[in-house]
T-cell receptor
């Protein structure tokens, strides 16, 4: 139980375009979703926390206009990278809390060319 | 400041031997949770073990055990009988505060390589 499905797993896009990443909670309701970014050989850094029905809370240094987060339902949270640039190339992963633990999506490897 | 420190960027262990991955944490909260995750090259985050700050006994999950020393603020992961499939990145993480819905703070990770 407590599965989060994340799509796409891998995406290559051109510089200047936008990319949407979806995270769906399949068998539970996720009122809160955490979005992390992980650069190669580095740790997971929290980008933002999305709460169903309200605005996301962004960590310091994360551009909210560039990384648009929408959590319109209890089972879906999306991250849209707008006007992507090569420096946005990274591994993005979502996570939701449940009971005592957390479940993670499988991650999205974004490459901007 | 809330922080997780993993001082071993890389570790090698012989297959079938035990290995300890170090983790220290910093928090002023009385209630918190400590987690270990395994991240293979595919990128998925695999939950290994959890220790609550008020748990008196060290957590164990199969071949994984957590050596929790609260006074020293350390939460080392012990993997017994290492297997080739254990080769991966290992992250120690903390959920500060007593709630169950806060975000995790991750350490920098330790890359474990198991030698045949």
């Amino acid at each position: 139980g407590a599965v989060v499905s994340q799509h796409p797993s891998r995406v290559i896009c051109k510089s200047g375009t936008s990319v949407k990443i979806e995270c769906r909670s399949l068998d539970f309701q996720a009122t809160t979703m955490f979005w992390y970014r992980q650069f190669p050989k580095q740790s997971l850094m929290l980008m933002a926390t999305s709460n169903e029905g309200s605005k996301a809370t962004y960590e310091q240094g994360v551009e909210k206009d560039k990384f648009l987060i929408n959590h319109a339902s209890l089972t879906l949270s999306t991250l849209t990278v707008t006007s992507a640039h090569p420096e946005d190339s990274s591994f993005y992963i979502c996570s939701a809390g449940f009971f005592l633990g957390y479940t993670f999506g499988s991650g999205t490897r974004l490459t901007v060319v | 400041a809330q922080k997780i420190t993993q001082t071993q960027p890389g570790m090698f262990v012989q297959e079938k031997e035990a290995v300890t991955l170090d983790c220290t944490y910093d928090t002023s909260d009385q209630s918190y949770g400590l987690f270990w995750y395994k991240q293979p090259s595919s990128g998925e985050m695999i939950f290994l073990i959890y220790q609550g700050s008020y748990d008196e006994q060290n957590a164990t999950e199969g071949r994984y055990s957590l050596n929790f020393q609260k006074a020293r603020k350390s939460a080392n992961l012990v993997i017994s009988a290492s297997q080739l499939g254990d080769s991966a990145m290992y992250f120690c993480a903390m959920r500060p505060g007593g709630g169950s819905q806060g975000n995790l703070i991750f350490g920098k990770g330790t890359k474990l390589s198991v030698k045949p």
